[in-house]
Nanobody, 115 residues
Framework: QVQLVESGGGLVQPGGSLRLSCVVSGTNLYGSTGGWYRQAPGKQRELVALITSGGVTNYADSVKGRFTISRDDAKNTVYLQMNNLKPEDTTIYYC?????????WGQGTQVTVSS
């Protein structure tokens, strides 16, 4: 059974940084695309960033230049470095893994940006 476990969320002041981690178990990252999504209450889940098995990245316009996605296949982990955080970044962040017909989600981690 594939499981994704996120960590690293929390409360941070505007302009601060957080690093989210997503540890994958039950499979490896080989050939997979890893992604981070977020969903605010009453809104649709939106893509924040993704990284392919070849290291190609894609970001939402709202986070370009502030967030960086990376992966360590040896550790089965996908990361999201978030810098210069803004109050509008406050929401739950979800890790996602895709490979062929396999699509898995984590349980989410809360990020709150507030002074």
């Amino acid at each position: 059974q594939v499981q994704l476990v996120e960590s690293g969320g929390g409360l941070v002041q505007p302009g601060g940084s957080l690093r989210l981690s997503c540890v994958v178990s039950g499979t490896n990252l080989y050939g997979s695309t890893g992604g981070w999504y977020r969903q605010a209450p009453g809104k649709q889940r939106e893509l924040v960033a993704l990284i392919t098995s070849g290291g190609v990245t894609n970001y939402a316009d709202s986070v370009k230049g502030r967030f960086t996605i990376s992966r360590d296949d040896a550790k089965n982990t996908v990361y999201l470095q978030m810098n210069n955080l803004k109050p509008e970044d406050t929401t739950i962040y979800y890790c996602n893994l895709r490979r062929g017909l396999l699509v898995s989600w984590g349980q989410g981690t809360q990020v709150t940006v507030s002074s």
